[in-house]
């Protein structure tokens, strides 16, 4: 049997798709994608999806209905499947959409710009000469992007509503207070971040203190064994990841940092979170 849609469901790479004269064009990344609907009665919808006959043939993709009309005062429902050609149906679901008084008809199915991820953006726009420098991922601190692509014209940081400040880090962090030097590759010249974690927030200077997104599930992995009774001594507290969620959670903590800009931070956070 043929895998449905999902052998369609991909950005050509490497052909600068979407640029024009530096300026992103976010129509040249939809993409039409025609597929059989089962039109039926409105009470029939709901038993075409829990049907166990029909789930391998349901449309099933993320971001994307599975079911739709054909229009407003149309009552009757298209409960989308994933084949745009009937010979790729089995001879139950075909018995069973009969049994179900459904008719099958072709319906357009539109993947925007907003479906596609950041990375088969980005993929699909660098020319081919550039796919190699691509950015692996990138991470978001605050209203900080670290890595992104940046559309130098337009100032358009893609893909990331609540992104304003777009960084790239310029060395390795091999300095006592574990900071990077960065540069602006776009938006505004703030940075200072709130970021939350760990049911708390943390407000920094990103270009001052040492902070890692990444390290999330170890701040949280060890904050869950610390006990209200327990006593927190941080001795690299930084901005206090661990120290102000082990306040929050009782304990007596005792935090330090040698950054007198972490320390600053440090004790802002502290009273911004009541800890
Ligand atoms: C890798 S960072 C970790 C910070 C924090 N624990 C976190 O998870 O974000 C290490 C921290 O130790 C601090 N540090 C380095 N040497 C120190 C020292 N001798 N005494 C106290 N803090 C120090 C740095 O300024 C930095 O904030």
């Known amino acids: 049997m043929s895998e449905g849609i999902s052998k369609h469901l991909f950005l050509p790479k490497g052909q600068g798709l979407g640029l024009k004269d530096g300026k992103l064009d976010k129509d040249a990344f939809k993409k039409v994608i025609p597929v059989l609907a089962a039109k039926v009665a409105p009470e029939k ?29 149309n009552e009757e429902r298209l409960v989308l499947l994933k084949y745009s050609d009937q010979v790729d149906l089995t001879p139950e679901v075909l018995e069973f959409l ?16 907003d479906y596609w991820t950041a990375d088969e953006i980005i993929h699909a726009i660098l020319p081919e000469e550039l796919e190699a420098g691509a950015p692996s991922g990138f991470a978001n601190v605050g209203h900080i992007g670290e890595n992104f692509v940046v559309f130098p014209r337009t100032r358009n940081l893609a893909k990331n509503p609540k992104c304003r400040t777009v960084v790239n880090k310029l060395d390795n962090i091999d300095n006592q207070f574990r900071v990077f030097r960065m540069e602006l590759l776009a938006g505004e010249p703030d940075f200072v971040v709130t970021q939350s974690e760990n049911g708390c927030k943390f407000t920094f200077d990103f270009r001052e203190v040492y902070w890692n997104s ?20 941080d001795v ?5 990841p661990f120290a102000v969620p082990a306040a929050k959670k009782g304990c007596a903590v005792l935090a330090n940092d040698l950054n007198p800009s ?3 931070y ?10």
């Not at 006959?53 to 449309?59: A, E, H």
């Not at 990444?214 to 001594?233: Q, S």
């Open 98 to 113: 009969k049994s179900q008084s459904a008719e099958l008809v072709s319906y357009p199915v539109e993947f925007s710009y």
């Open 266 to 275: 440090l004790t802002m956070n502290v009273v911004d979170n009541k800890s």
């Open 45 to 73: 919808a709901g038993v075409l999806l829990k049907s166990p006959v029909m789930k391998r043939s349901l449309l099933d993709v993320p971001k994307i209905k599975s079911v739709g009309t054909e229009g407003p005062g």
């Open 262 to 264: 972490s320390y600053k």
């Open 214 to 233: 990444r390290l999330h599930t170890e701040h949280e992995r060890l904050i869950e064994k610390f006990k209200r009774e327990d006593v927190v001594a």
């Open 236 to 240: 690299f507290a930084g901005v206090g």
